[in-house]
């Protein structure tokens, strides 16, 4: 008999499992193998979401702080144009994840039993190294991820729909510590883009977010050789480390909780992925999680996270976002895009609004900027490449057009 049952050992059911009080009775479920396995995320954090870490008792954040970035660059899908953003302060951090983890994982309270090798199966069973376990708890949090398990397991809970796949690789090598690179593709990456970015000393990675079309890692390959082409990067050696992972871009769920089951993080869709900062949407939640189970209901939990900074309406205008940016199919969207935002800065107005509380619509759409405005709502009547009907691909495979 269990007080709390979470189920996945990240950022949302860690800080939940050493937010809750000492006397619960704990259960902390994970798949993964050995504290030692590789997290999968991106591992930035913005100031706030730093702040965030002051309430994990005997935890000095700084310690695991691998990169303070102060430049945001953009590049277009030519590889030549680069947009620069610079601040004095740090903007952005880098974390030593698996350290963090790690230490989260081994610092847990003496109330909370870690299982790793454990897989939930239902409302009252899970399977520790392929051996079904038995438990009754009086709270059940899927703290799950994307794909959460919690939330398939309960027809009265809503599951994430919408997903991009972000893919990752880790390499020994040098580039501009305090900077941080999104690219701005249309048809090669549609959904998001793709970023390079410091993962430590003599360390970098390259990512890509992109919807799923079965070729992840092709395309990541074919990423990393333009990048290394092009000279942004000079890597020492193969990967030391690859990961792909789904990436919930839906927006809230509709039905976060039932009776006694919650989610908290990414399996409730609360994931910040146009900031670079879902780090924040899981600890904030789980926090909120932990002062509405001591109360025994969580009718109030949006409208308790929404008191963190406005977090409820920064996740709701991120679908307006999302919204826009699939729109965007082609190159030319893009290409007019950066022209745009060319004079603001970006780090002020778009990757931190939730922080900033400032527009990225009100800067752009000016009088000045009308006729790039019109070029770019006609362009988004185009479809991509990609897109063209088969039959039309085959004639010009036959044609060789």
């Known amino acids: 008999m269990y007080d709390v049952v979470i189920v996945g050992a990240s950022f949302a059911g860690l800080t939940l499992a050493h937010h809750l009080p000492k006397n619960y009775r704990i259960l902390l479920l994970d798949k993964k193998p050995s504290l030692d396995s590789p997290v999968e995320t991106t591992g930035l954090i913005t100031n706030p979401t730093k702040d965030e870490f002051s309430s994990f008792h005997g935890l000095c954040i700084e310690r695991y702080i691998n990169n303070s970035i102060h430049s945001l660059r953009i590049v277009n899908h030519g590889y030549r144009n680069v947009l620069s953003n610079s601040v004095q302060y740090p903007w952005i951090y880098s974390l030593n994840m698996n350290a963090l983890i790690k230490h989260l994982s081994a610092s847990l309270p003496s109330n909370v039993t870690l299982k790793l090798n454990a897989v939930y199966g239902s409302s009252n069973t899970y399977f520790h190294k392929d051996k079904q376990q038995n438990f009754k708890a009086k709270f059940i949090i899927g703290a799950d991820g994307a794909n959460s398990s919690v939330a398939k397991s309960n027809p009265n809970l809503s599951q994430n729909k919408k997903h991009l796949i972000g893919l990752e690789k880790v390499f020994h090598g ?111 939640s789980a926090k909120v999680a932990a002062k509405l189970i001591q109360k025994g209901s969580f009718k109030d939990y949006y409208k308790e996270i929404e008191k963190h900074n406005y977090l409820m309406s920064y996740f709701k205008r991120q679908k307006l976002y999302r919204f826009a940016w699939d729109q965007m199919k082609t190159n030319e969207s893009f290409d007019i895009l950066f022209d ?62």
């Open 174 to 284: 040098e580039i501009d510590q305090k900077a941080i690179y999104h690219f701005w593709f249309g048809e090669f990456s549609l959904g998001y883009g793709g970023w390079l970015s410091p993962s430590g000393p003599n360390k970098f990675r390259v990512g890509l977010a992109k919807y799923n079309d079965g070729k992840g890692f092709e395309t990541l390959n074919r990423f990393i050789d333009r990048l290394k082409k092009e000279g942004f990067i000079n890597p020492k050696g193969e990967a030391i480390e690859q990961f792909g992972s789904h990436i919930p871009i839906g927006g809230p769920v509709k039905k976060p909780y039932d009776k006694n089951t919650l989610l908290i993080g990414d399996a409730a869709g609360l994931c910040g992925a146009f900031a670079a900062d879902g780090i924040k949407g899981a600890l904030i």
């Open 340 to 401: 745009l935002v060319k004079d603001e800065s970006l780090i002020e107005v778009f990757c931190d609004s939730k922080d900033k509380h400032k527009s990225l619509a009100g800067s752009l759409i000016k009088f000045k900027n009308a006729r790039l405005l019109l070029r770019y709502a006609w362009s988004l009547s185009k479809k991509p490449k990609s897109a063209q009907p088969e039959y039309l691909k085959s004639c010009q495979k036959l044609f060789r057009i």
